[in-house]
């Protein structure tokens, strides 16, 4: 098990920049893939990247390809979302994840660990 807190979350306007961090407990940060997902109101949640145990492999979902760039420093156990050019559609809470590669991309009930989440909202 892995215990991940988010941070990095708030108001910007559209066209704005935040980052996100997530940081992870326990020696084992560096056995897990990471991703990032996210839920707007009324929406079910949604994969937006991941990375793999060494960062040598990311994936991005192609809404925020162009702009986001997932990142992570396992020496300090963290992961990382750079957000660039936000837009409105945006605004959603973001959620960090740790498993398996696989499981991340496929999301939902695949993922096993969890944080609490970080709102971001987008303002036009």
């Known amino acids: 098990q892995v215990q991940l807190v988010e941070s990095g979350g708030g108001l910007v306007q559209a066209g704005g920049s935040l980052r996100l961090s997530c940081a992870a407990s326990?020696?084992?940060?560096?056995?897990?893939?990471m991703g990032w997902f996210r839920q707007a109101p009324g929406k079910e949640r949604e994969f937006v990247a991941a990375?793999?145990?060494?960062?040598?492999?990311?994936s991005l979902a192609d809404s925020v390809k162009g702009r986001f760039a997932i990142s992570r420093d396992n020496a300090a156990t963290q992961l990382y979302l750079q957000m660039n050019s936000l837009k409105p559609e945006d605004t959603a809470v973001y959620y960090c994840?740790?498993?398996?590669?696989?499981?991340?991309?496929?999301?939902?009930?695949?993922?096993?660990?969890w944080g609490q989440g970080t709102q971001v909202t987008v303002s036009s």
């Open positions: 326990g020696r084992t940060f560096r056995t897990y893939a």
């Open positions: 994840a740790a498993d398996a590669y696989l499981a991340l991309l496929r999301g939902g009930t695949m993922v096993h660990n």
């Open positions: 990375i793999s145990t060494s960062g040598g492999s990311t």
